[in-house]
Structure formats: structure tokens, C-alpha cells
């Protein structure tokens, strides 16, 4: 049976990018040709939301609820799927505990600022009890500027001894467009220094998994 990458999207704090993230990460993962689901854990439904604007129906996006995680992952172990994406909903400790629990690689995307840095002491808490600290990330997401990514990470370092990510990810309206486009930015403009960034971060996501789908 083909081993499948399941990657979780977890953040207890609302606004940090995370259905960006896995909207991009799933798209570029198709680009690749690798077959799989994005499951929508947030009752805000934005990640099908974004699934309605393609044109292209895959990769499927599924809604689904904390308690159906396991039967899904089964199913696309049968299916032979190469990838799984859950986005979770912030203030939610079960459906996170939950993704946490069944994922690969658990990124957990903040934002340079106070208050995203502040609350990844709840989501590092919530990490810890799912037992997965050793393969969860800090993705630093919509840094204005090269200065305060490397700011934010000395911060986030120092203060919550968590990995970071190793690609950062810049404040850039690519982002925003492509997914209003229902894209990832890799899809939407290749080129593109988001397109860049998408396809690095990927590139060492799929390095970094005991999972990991070439």
C-alpha cells in the first residue's frame, strides 16, 4: 500500500492563513501530478469555497467533522490517494487535537506580529498533547517585509522553542488573488515570487515527511 502525506493546518488563532496555505499547498501538489483531498474542518467553509471557483475539480475538497477523520484517512488509504490536507477551524481544541493526531507533518502558520506569535503557546499546548512536537513547523506567513520574518523567528524561538519552517512566506496580493481564482499561486502565475515560494515550500514539505510522495 503507497504511503500517503497527510499535512494539518493547525493554529488556534483566527487570520493567520491557514486555508490559504492549504488551499496553495494542495494546488501545487496537483500541479505535480499527485492525486488526493483537502478536508475542510471549518465551518466557515472556505476551503470549498475556493474548490467551487476551479475549473479544475481536483484536488476534491471534502467538509467534514473532527470524528470522520479516521474513516477518511482509511478510505484514501485505499484509494491509494499520495496526499491529505486538513484545515482546521481556530478555537476548536477537538477538531485540532484530532488533525494533529492523524497528520505527518503539522504546520502551523503565524503571522510576524504580537498577538500570532502570542498564540502559539495554545497551539504548541495543543501539539504537545497530540504528541507530534517533533513533527510540527512554524511557518512564518505574510511577512511585510525579510526583516521581520527573521524577527518574528528569533521571537518564536526563544520564546516557544518550536522548528520553524525554513521557507518563509511573504506578504504578497498573488496569494489572495489566486485563491479568490480558486488557485494555488503556483497554478495561477508559475512564475510569480508567491508561485516561488508555494513551490519551495512544497519541494521541502515532501523532503521533511517520513511520507513523503515524489
Not at 176 to 196: C, M
Not at 206 to 214: C, D, G, L, P
Request: aromatic fraction near 4%; hydrophobic fraction near 45%; include cysteine.
Amino acid at each position: 500500500m503507497k504511503n500517503i502525506l497527510i499535512v494539518c493546518l493547525l493554529s488556534n488563532k483566527g487570520g493567520s492563513g491557514k486555508t490559504t496555505l492549504s488551499t496553495a499547498i494542495a494546488g501545487e501538489l496537483h500541479r505535480r501530478k499527485l492525486s488526493g483531498l483537502l478536508i475542510d474542518l471549518d465551518p466557515q467553509g472556505s476551503a470549498s469555497r475556493w474548490h467551487q471557483q476551479r475549473d479544475d475539480k481536483e484536488p476534491g475538497v471534502i467538509p467534514a467533522q473532527a470524528h470522520q477523520l479516521p474513516g477518511i484517512v482509511e478510505r484514501a488509504n485505499e484509494a491509494e490517494a499520495d496526499f491529505l490536507i486538513i484545515d482546521t477551524p481556530p478555537h476548536s481544541d477537538s477538531a485540532s487535537l484530532a488533525a494533529a493526531r492523524v497528520a505527518d507533518v503539522i504546520l502551523a502558520p503565524a503571522r510576524p506580529g504580537l498577538a500570532d506569535v502570542a498564540a502559539l503557546e495554545f497551539t504548541k499546548d495543543l501539539i504537545a498533547i497530540a504528541k507530534k512536537l517533533d513533527s510540527s513547523y512554524v511557518v512564518i506567513n505574510a511577512a511585510p517585509h525579510a526583516a521581520a520574518a527573521t524577527e518574528a523567528k528569533q521571537a518564536i524561538i526563544a520564546s516557544y522553542h518550536m522548528d520553524i519552517c525554513p521557507v518563509p512566506l511573504a506578504q504578497r496580493i498573488a496569494y489572495s488573488h489566486a485563491f479568490t481564482a480558486g488557485l494555488s499561486p503556483s497554478e495561477y502565475d508559475p512564475s510569480s515570487k508567491a508561485g516561488a515560494e508555494v513551490k519551495k515550500l512544497v519541494t521541502w514539505l515532501q523532503k521533511t515527511s517520513k511520507h513523503a510522495v515524489k
